[in-house]
């Protein structure tokens, strides 16, 4: 199957500096991109979908300002999290779809972000 | 978002068949059924997806109801490794063609 990566893997970084989390793909090209927050023992909720050359489409109280997507290319889109706080502490995932419905989505090993 | 209902968690032995239930009683016509595994502090792994048929790959069978309001995701041997947070997710237009996870099934595997 394809192949997500996403980097880093892990951080740690003081409240009110922000971190910025890539993902790729490292075998196909992904028009569309997907945030996804995990806190523990809960089940991945869906941030934001991330489309190549445009505008992300956030969630339902999300907040756009806190948290940057951009997707500048096929392969790459970002996350990053503003002036973060210890709250954001999270599992951060990032999934990727190469085609409509009729296909599944590849996930990131996640990136797990720790705000001291 | 269209909703799923699974059982929180269920027990297996090893080396024995696991079948894991989901309803999704609100599923339109167009919605295909997805199930993702999840291990501890890893990203969601996918398993199998199906649209009306019954479905096999080399991880698992589905096993998908008639009246496509309830589906089982059969894992045929249980090992250690399956142990796993199982989730069965709709995806089509209803959902946006995203998907949203419910709060799946923590499925443990005993030696």
């Known amino acids: 199957g394809a192949v997500v990566s996403q980097h880093p893997s892990r951080v740690i970084c003081k409240s009110g500096t922000s971190v910025k989390i890539e993902c790729r793909s490292l075998?196909?090209?992904?028009?569309?991109m997907f945030w996804y927050r995990q806190f523990p023992k809960q089940s991945l909720m869906l941030m934001a979908t991330?489309?190549?050359?445009?505008?992300?489409?956030?969630e339902q109280g999300v907040e756009k300002d806190k948290f940057l997507i951009n997707h500048a290319s096929l392969t790459l889109s970002t996350l990053t999290v503003t002036s973060a706080h210890p709250e954001d502490s999270s599992f951060y995932i990032c999934?990727?779809?190469?085609?409509?419905?009729?296909?599944?989505?590849?996930f990131g090993q996640g990136t797990r972000l720790t705000v001291v | 978002d269209a909703k799923t209902t699974q059982p929180n968690s269920m027990e297996s032995n090893e080396e024995e068949p696991v079948h894991l239930p989901c309803n999704h009683s609100?599923?339109?016509?167009?919605?295909?059924i997805h199930w993702y595994r999840q291990l501890p502090s890893q990203g969601p792994e996918y398993v199998i997806h199906?649209?009306?048929s019954n479905v096999n790959n080399r991880m698992a069978s589905l096993a998908i109801a008639e009246d496509r309001k309830s589906s089982t995701l059969i894992l045929h041997r249980a090992t250690l490794r399956d142990a796993a947070v199982y989730y069965c997710?709709?995806?089509?237009?209803?959902?946006?063609?995203?998907?949203?996870f419910g709060t799946g099934t923590s499925l443990t595997v005993i030696p």
């Open positions: 991330s489309n190549e050359g445009s505008k992300a489409t956030y």
């Open positions: 199906g649209l009306t």
């Open positions: 075998d196909f090209q992904a028009t569309t």
């Open positions: 609100t599923i339109s016509g167009t919605d295909y």
């Open positions: 997710i709709l995806r089509g237009p209803n959902t946006g063609n995203q998907f949203y």
């Open positions: 999934s990727a779809r190469v085609g409509l419905l009729n296909t599944e989505a590849f």
